[in-house]
């Protein structure tokens, strides 16, 4: 069966530092990967998809950025975190296809302080 | 723009009764709509998927229905029980991959 792992769960970081989350997804291969982020009491904003390693689309301008390195592996990185950056970190993965459910992880909880 | 809009943030409802969300969109042409169910902190979790050419689908206490001239979906919950307290989100497959979601309902069910 499938499994999405995302990590770390929970993050305190200062304005300005790096930021690095990764997600790995086991027993599929060449998934649609996704990364979203929830505000407090907010909806889940897509900011990058992936259809395959490589492959990045960005949905909002902003200072984080993706990439994926291995077919499973999706990774969220900053240069300079910002105090907006706080947030509900999702990652996600679909089969291939136009009807696919979505896995979610179980999440990271940034904070910038 | 395209937009998903979930008109009710929060519902409350007595224990027993039908509980129902709805999700509207706008410059969407979507061959399919997914809802989900979040509770507090985690990832949401999958629930239906309704294609274009159902009306209705159903599972257990669960319906939904897709109306693609009102671009409306109907989320229904019967004989609501206090365990289905969370929020409820309506997703859509916007091209190439992409899926976005609506802001969610928080619907509380009171005992």
Request: glycine fraction near 8%; aromatic fraction near 10%.
């Amino acid at each position: 069966s499938q499994t999405i792992h995302q990590w770390p769960a929970t993050l305190v970081q200062p304005v300005g530092s790096p930021l690095s989350l990764e997600c790995t997804v086991e027993g599929t291969s060449n998934p649609n990967l996704y990364w979203y982020r929830q505000a407090a009491g907010r909806g889940l904003q897509l900011l990058f998809y992936s259809v395959g390693i490589g492959q990045i689309s960005s949905e909002v301008p902003q200072n984080l950025s993706a990439s994926r390195p291995q077919d499973r592996q999706f990774i969220l990185s900053s240069k300079k975190l910002l105090l907006s950056d706080s947030g509900f970190y999702l990652c996600a993965w679909s089969m291939t296809g136009f009807d696919s459910p979505l896995h979610f992880g179980n999440g990271t909880r940034l904070t910038v302080t | 723009s395209q937009k998903i809009e979930q008109n009710s943030e929060a519902l409350n409802i007595q224990e027993g009764k039908t509980a129902t969300l709805t999700c509207n969109y706008t410059n969407y042409s979507p061959a399919y709509l997914q809802w989900y169910r979040q509770d507090p902190g985690r990832g949401p979790v999958f629930l239906l998927l309704i294609r274009e050419n159902e009306k209705e689908k159903r599972k257990e206490r669960l319906k939904v229905t897709f109306d693609t001239t009102l671009k409306q979906s109907l989320f229904h919950i019967t004989a609501s029980q206090p365990a289905d307290s969370a929020t409820y989100l309506c997703a859509l497959f916007g091209g190439y991959q992409k899926v976005t979601f609506g802001t969610g309902t928080k619907l509380q069910v009171i005992p």
